[in-house]
Structures are given as structure tokens and as C-alpha cells.
Nanobody, 126 residues
Framework: QVQLVESGGGLVQAGDSLRLSCAASGRTLNRYHMGWFRQAPGKEREFVASVRWSGGNTYYADSAASVKGRFTIVRDNAKNTVYLQMNSLKPEDTAVYYC????????????????WGQGTQVTVSS
């Protein structure tokens, strides 16, 4: 079993930056693919970014409210932690952000991930 705990959320203004952390316990993360998802009120959970276990391949959402160029997913296997650096935040980035882990899957489908954290709230004011 892998336990994931997110932290780093908060209330910020548009244009600000935040760095979310996802710390793992129970097992080391170095063989798990990791993903970040978010869910805004009244909306479905959506993919944000993912990184393969080696850290060499990263993927980002292609949606209209794209995070490409603004968000960066990074993992530190030595610290058993995955980060989501979020720059130039917009009000539409407001959501609960979740990290997820899976041994075999590193894509955008949330149902494919086996392990989830409890989420951390990010609120961006205009």
C-alpha cells in the first residue's frame, strides 16, 4: 500500500505561484508513475500532469485551460515526493488538487490510478 499526502495549497492572487507537494509513505515511490489531477466545484476530476517512475517523461493536459508552460511536475525519488510547481495562476485553476500513483499507468485517465491522496485546496482570486 502507498499512502499519499498532498500539501502546499492555499489562497493566492492571480499571477502568483504555488508549489504543491505529494509525499508518500508505506512504500518508496521510485517504481510508481505519478499524476496530478484537480477537481473544481461542480466539475469532473481532470488530468493536470503526470511523470513516469524514472522522471524522464512528463505529460501535461491539453485542455483549453491548459497548464502547459505554467505548471511543472517534478519528482524527487530520494525524498519520496512529487511536486507540482504552478506559476502564473489563474482563477480557473481553483480546485482541489490530488496526486495519484500507479505501478503501470502514467496517462490521463484517473480510473487507472490505484492510489490517491486526500487532496489540497488551491484558490486563486482575481
Amino acid at each position: 500500500q502507498v499512502q499519499l499526502v498532498e500539501s502546499g495549497g492555499g489562497l493566492v492572487q492571480a499571477g502568483d505561484s504555488l508549489r504543491l507537494s505529494c509525499a508518500a509513505s508505506g512504500r518508496t515511490l521510485n517504481r510508481y508513475h505519478m499524476g496530478w489531477f484537480r477537481q473544481a466545484p461542480g466539475k469532473e476530476r481532470e488530468f493536470v500532469a503526470s511523470v513516469r517512475w524514472s522522471g524522464g517523461n512528463t505529460y501535461y493536459a491539453d485542455s483549453a485551460a491548459s497548464v502547459k508552460g505554467r505548471f511543472t511536475i517534478v519528482r524527487d525519488n530520494a525524498k519520496n515526493t512529487v511536486y507540482l510547481q504552478m506559476n502564473s495562476l489563474k482563477p480557473e485553476d481553483t480546485a482541489v488538487y490530488y496526486c495519484a500513483a500507479d505501478l503501470f499507468y502514467s496517462g490521463s485517465q484517473s480510473d487507472e490510478y490505484d492510489y490517491w491522496g486526500q487532496g489540497t485546496q488551491v484558490t486563486v482570486s482575481s
